[in-house]
């Protein structure tokens, strides 16, 4: 079964940390683009970070740039956001995406950022 699996959100105050995972199951990240995308709230669903298949480029959404790291360990089909100095507006939920056919997309995991 082709499925994407989010885990390691949680609530964390402002100026706090946290990794994101994404492991991949039934097929093999290896040579794919994978992206990290998120969605408050009545807002529309938006792309955090995305990482090449080959060259393992990262590319940022300008709001999170210099604060999130994208990173992937093709060995273990997995991809990785690491997220340090979060703001409250960097609550969302936060989907992970391979970009396998027409795409294939995780369940979620829930951020909040909240004193």
């Known amino acids: 079964q082709v499925q994407l699996v989010e885990s390691g959100g949680g609530l964390v105050q402002p100026g706090g940390s946290l990794r994101l995972s994404c492991e991949a199951s039934g097929f093999t990240i290896s040579g794919r683009a994978m992206s990290w995308h998120r969605q408050a709230p009545g807002k529309e669903r938006e792309l955090v970070a995305l990482?090449?298949?080959?060259?393992?480029?990262?590319v940022y959404t300008d709001s999170v740039k210099g604060r999130f790291t994208i990173s992937r360990d093709d060995a273990r089909n997995t991809v990785y956001l690491q997220m340090d100095n979060l703001y409250p507006e960097d609550t969302a939920l936060y989907y992970c995406?391979?970009?396998?056919?027409?795409?294939?997309w995780g369940q979620g995991t829930q951020v909040t950022v909240s004193s």
């Open positions: 990482i090449s298949g080959a060259s393992h480029t990262p």
């Open positions: 995406k391979a970009h396998r056919g027409a795409g294939v």
